[in-house]
């Protein structure tokens, strides 16, 4: 089977690593990938979002399945585009179409779709710049911190959470009126604000039949103590110390079952991964948000514990057969560690020169921004590395990420070395 995999993060690395264990496959190529994709698979350096030249790119190299990685294409309909064409429809994708898809293109839909179906969240409003003032009173009648998102793609980055009213109101006119994230704030959503804490939940379903992936808790805040701006991730942990079994059962009854079945319900063909951002609020789980993904740096804790053949995994999605697959899981706990540019996730430099990376010992290192010039592995992103380690509990895994963390260079390399504390 020849595989193509969309995307050029940590998140690709980890599945063209796992794709390459695989026996079932012939090769698997990466669009664009990165450093780190191109040592185990072929680099295809096109525009994914350019959806012609994705074409011939898998006509070229007789593709059996896509695995589209990030949201931006899903959004735009790859995989819609791939079932209207007669030279592509026999080709497998795995990722939703375009309608389904705007479960995290729209934070509106997705609220809309959670309370059509019953699915507990934060309750909410949402507001354009037409009803900017209306969005003001609206922040007046809730109790701080008040919880601002943009509705569109904002990069994991559009989410504002202010604990002062003033401050809260400047924050909705900057985002509707002064478009901070671009046509992604065209509309927010402001919601209440739900105290208690966060985790991932992650399944694969294949449009009747669905398997829970392990579970994980990233960290988004650039600085230790979870404090600073958000960013893309700066590291994961797998499994979640305090999602027991009671916990858990919560979460797939009230949550992951009613997911599935309102795609049925409401005729959304969905095919792939749905990324369940939870909550636990006095034990019960609510969600936060939906991707159409997997996320990123979950996928570098998530995928690693999964022993069984990660094709088979997918075939059996493309196949609808997930009713009769079963998903072995490392006992292992796995953690990893993200090194970013200096200046993240403002501005930062590329092209910094990366030492150290023969010298990893009991890790994998997973690249998220990185390019090869000349021999040589340089930065090609705010974040760039994540190292991914496993232990008996999260603290040994944590404790090697960090060992082999110390090995590696490049210029304002900046990694938080608190990652599980709050576990």
């Known amino acids: 089977m020849n595989i193509l995999i969309i995307g050029s993060g ?9 794709i390459a264990q695989s026996s079932k496959l012939a090769n698997v190529f990466v669009a664009p990938g990165n450093a780190g994709t191109s040592a185990i698979a072929t680099n295809l350096l096109i525009d994914v979002l350019d959806f012609t030249i994705v074409k011939e790119a898998v006509l070229e190299h007789a593709i059996n399945l896509v695995l589209v990685g990030p949201e931006i294409p899903l959004v735009a309909g790859i995989h819609d585009f791939f079932a209207s064409d007669d030279e592509l429809k026999h080709v497998k994708v795995i990722g939703p179409k375009k309608y389904a898809a705007q479960l995290e293109g729209s934070k509106e839909f997705a609220k809309e779709y959670m309370m059509r179906h019953h699915i507990p969240t934060a309750a909410y409003q949402s507001f354009t710049v037409d009803t900017l003032a209306d969005g003001c009173t609206f922040l007046e009648s809730l109790k701080p911190p008040y919880v601002l998102k943009a509705d569109g793609l904002a990069a994991g980055k559009g989410v504002v959470i202010l604990d002062n009213l003033q401050d809260a109101k400047q924050e909705l006119k900057q985002m509707l009126q002064d478009q901070k994230f671009g046509n992604a704030s065209a509309k927010v959503v402001i919601e209440e604000f739900l105290s208690g804490i966060e985790m991932s939940c992650f399944v694969l379903t294949d449009g ?21 701006l958000n960013t893309g991730g700066m590291g994961a942990v797998s499994p979640v110390s305090f999602a027991d079994e009671v916990f858990l059962s919560k979460v797939d009854e009230r949550i992951v079952k009613p997911t599935i079945q309102g795609l049925k319900k409401d005729g959304i063909d969905y ?3 749905i990324f369940i951002g939870l909550i636990k609020v006095n034990g019960d789980p609510f969600v936060i948000e939906y991707n159409v ?16 053949d990660f094709v088979d995994l997918l075939t059996a999605t493309a196949n609808q057969s997930l009713d009769t697959f079963t998903l072995e899981i490392d006992e292992q ?3 990893t560690v993200m090194l970013v540019s200096g200046g993240y ?28 010039i000349n021999n040589q592995i340089v930065t090609n992103g705010g974040r760039v590395l994540a190292i991914t380690s496993f232990g008996v509990d999260f603290k040994e895994a944590l404790k090697t990420s960090y060992q082999n963390a110390e090995k590696i260079k490049f210029d304002d390399m900046y990694y938080r070395k608190d990652i599980g504390f709050d576990l």
């Open 10 to 18: 940590g998140r690709e690395h980890a599945f063209a690593w796992k």
């Open 208 to 228: 009747k039949n669905y398997v829970t992936l392990p579970n994980a808790k990233d960290y988004k805040r650039i600085g230790e103590g979870d404090t600073g």
């Open 271 to 273: 095919v792939g991964f």
């Open 293 to 308: 993904r997997m996320g990123d740096p979950e996928t570098e804790v998530v995928i690693p514990r999964i022993k069984s």
């Open 333 to 335: 706990a796995a953690t």
């Open 345 to 372: 996730p403002s501005a930062y430099e590329n092209g910094k020169t990366i030492t150290g990376l023969d010298s990893i010992e009991n890790s994998v290192v997973f690249h998220a921004g990185t390019k090869q």
